[in-house]
Structures are given as C-alpha cells and as structure tokens.
C-alpha cells in the first residue's frame, strides 16, 4: 500500500484527496505543520510520495521541499497550486512534478500513480 503525505491548506480539497487515495488502496497523512518536522514525519510514516501545496508565492513550499532533501530523504515531491508560473517554479525547485490547480482527481491521481511507478523503476 503506497504511503503518501499531503500537505494542503484547503480543508475541501484536502478530504477530497484523502477520500479518493484511500479509495484507491493509498495510506494517506495530511501534512499541516507538525512539531516534528516534514522530514521526521516523512521517516515516521515511511512516505514513498509528498504533495506539497505551493499556497501564495511557494515559500513554504521550497522551504519544505528544502528540508526533505537535506534530511537525505528521496522521494517523489509533487508541487500543487493556482500559480501560473507553477511549471516553471517546479523545474526551478527541482520538484519530481507539479499539477496545476483547479485540477480534475483523475488528473491527479495519474500524476501521482506516474511518479510512484517512476521512483519504483530507478530504485
């Protein structure tokens, strides 16, 4: 069952995700800030994949994404918002992917899926 962590200020959005992954066979954690840190609840859950919202102008986002990568952890890390510099802000980061939002579920729930099956051939 793959593990995955979503980080989501939206509280709809966020039950519809974690309805439809659990759904579809997926261990969902929501991620909205935690004592312990991203990195330390990543190992705790054992995540294979982070979705991380991009929420105003990504500060939070690289910030996360930054701590992930210096706590060693490999991952998938997808970026998730409104922003129509999404994709660029996505290669600039090095983010494995991003979805434009609004988005449709089946769009994401393929993005994800493809990032899955992409981390399971290099690994």
């Not at 701590?67 to 290669?91: H, M, N, W, Y």
């Not at 983010?95 to 899926?113: G, L, R, S």
Request: proline share 4%; hydrophobic share 40%.
């Amino acid at each position: 069952m793959p593990v995955l962590i979503i980080h989501q200020t939206d509280k709809d959005v966020l039950d519809v995700l974690n309805l439809i992954f659990k759904i579809e066979g997926f261990e969902v954690h929501p991620f909205n800030g935690y004592p312990v840190g991203l990195a330390s609840y990543i190992h705790y859950v054992k995540a294979d994949l982070v979705v991380l919202d991009y929420y105003m102008n990504g500060t939070e986002c690289k910030s996360l994404l930054n701590e992930i990568r210096a706590a060693g952890e490999d991952l998938p890390v997808i970026v998730a918002g409104c922003s129509s510099s999404i994709q660029k802000f996505s290669t600039d980061y090095g983010f494995t992917d991003y979805i434009e939002m609004p988005f449709e579920v089946a769009y994401f729930y393929e993005k994800v899926v493809s990032c899955l099956a992409h981390k399971a051939l290099h690994h």
